[in-house]
């Protein structure tokens, strides 16, 4: 759950006040953009750019669960430091842009730091987009998946219903709490489980086609993305965290899969 508390905005703008509220700001801000999917490098260029607005130095140290940033006006001898722990509200493409674009709105309209913490606060409380939209639209886009793999139309529908049921148990099981190795795990199992129905019951003309990419959807291309990112910037151990969970998941999405096939006695090769 992402936090809600407010930012201080003290009314000095130089400071040991000013600056440890700004080092406070800065940490939530770097947190929550961790948190929804942003590499290490916008992180820190996002929030040198707030900063340098603000007038302070700031230097950010990010960890894969934690943000740490130091802070110092004038005296640089006593920076005032913040740590936040990476904030749990799963990828949003949303939130990110979001977050970016008030960086950019503080340094290009030189935005006081009181109006800049609004803005985050209304920023972070964004409701997500809504979970039956997200369920509609990823099952179109796994169906067109499908056909971009050369489909047919009948393996499309298997595929479209495979996602649809899959994906509403990967958000059944993360809403009630599960781990989420074992609901990667699950929904493959689930959706392959659906779509082999292609072979068994001789439905279409590609039936490997619609098995294969039925579980597409579950591919954490976002973290190996970032971790690509992460380590041409040689955040080295970021990137290897976030690898290594994407590998964890494609692990387990796999297992689903293969399983799916063994039970139903499908052929692997």
Same mark, same amino acid.
């Given at each position: 759950?992402?936090?809600?508390?407010?930012?201080?905005?003290?009314?000095?703008?130089?400071?040991?006040?000013?600056?440890?509220?700004?080092?406070?700001?800065?940490?939530?801000?770097?947190?929550?953009?961790?948190?929804?999917?942003?590499? =290490?490098?916008?992180?820190?260029?996002?929030?040198?750019?707030?900063?340098?607005?603000?007038?302070?130095?700031?230097?950010?140290?990010?960890?894969?669960?934690?943000?740490?940033?130091?802070?110092?006006?004038?005296?640089?001898?006593?920076?005032?430091?913040?740590?936040?722990?990476?904030?749990?509200?799963?990828?949003?493409?949303?939130?990110?842009?979001?977050?970016?674009?008030?960086?950019?709105?503080?340094?290009?309209?030189?935005?006081?730091?009181?109006?800049?913490?609004?803005?985050?606060?209304?920023?972070?409380?964004?409701?997500?987009?809504?979970?039956?939209?997200?369920?509609?639209?990823?099952?179109?886009?796994?169906?067109?998946? =499908?056909?971009?793999?050369?489909?047919?139309?009948?393996?499309?529908?298997?595929?479209?219903?495979?996602?649809?049921?899959?994906?509403?148990?990967?958000?059944?099981?993360?809403?009630?709490?599960?781990?989420?190795?074992?609901?990667?795990?699950?929904?493959?199992?689930?959706?392959?489980?659906?779509?082999?129905?292609?072979?068994?019951?001789?439905?279409?003309?590609?039936?490997?086609?619609? &098995?294969?990419?039925?579980?597409?959807? &579950?591919?954490?291309?976002?973290?190996?993305?970032?971790?690509?990112?992460?380590?041409?910037?040689?955040?080295?151990?970021?990137?290897?965290?976030?690898?290594?969970?994407?590998?964890?998941?494609?692990?387990?999405?796999?297992?689903?899969? =293969?399983?799916?096939?063994?039970?139903?006695?499908?052929?692997?090769?």
């Amino acid at each position: 759950m992402m936090t809600t508390s407010r930012i201080c905005k003290p009314a000095e703008t130089t400071g040991n006040a000013y600056v440890r509220a700004t080092a406070a700001f800065l940490a939530d801000y770097a947190a929550l953009l961790s948190g929804c999917g942003a590499t =290490c490098i916008r992180i820190e260029k996002n929030t040198r750019r707030m900063a340098e607005a603000f007038g302070i130095k700031a230097d950010i140290f990010i960890m894969p669960t934690y943000v740490s940033v130091s802070v110092w006006g004038k005296d640089i001898a006593n920076p005032s430091v913040a740590m936040r722990k990476t904030a749990n509200c799963g990828i949003s493409f949303n939130l990110n842009a979001q977050l970016s674009r008030l960086s950019w709105e503080v340094a290009d309209n030189h935005l006081d730091f009181a109006t800049a913490a609004e803005r985050f606060d209304r920023i972070r409380t964004t409701r997500p987009t809504g979970k039956w939209e997200v369920l509609i639209l990823t099952s179109l886009a796994n169906a067109s998946f =499908c056909r971009l793999f050369g489909g047919d139309a009948i393996a499309m529908l298997i595929v479209l219903i495979s996602t649809l049921a899959g994906y509403r148990l990967k958000q059944i099981m993360l809403e009630d709490k599960r781990d989420v190795r074992l609901t990667f795990l699950c929904a493959s199992f689930f959706s392959a489980a659906l779509s082999a129905g292609g072979h068994i019951f001789n439905l279409g003309g590609t039936p490997e086609i619609a &098995l294969g990419t039925s579980v597409l959807y &579950l591919i954490p291309g976002v973290p190996y993305i970032n971790a690509v990112s992460d380590i041409i910037y040689r955040h080295y151990l970021c990137a290897f965290s976030r690898f290594l969970d994407a590998a964890v998941l494609t692990a387990c999405l796999s297992a689903g899969l =293969c399983a799916g096939m063994l039970i139903l006695g499908l052929k692997w090769f």
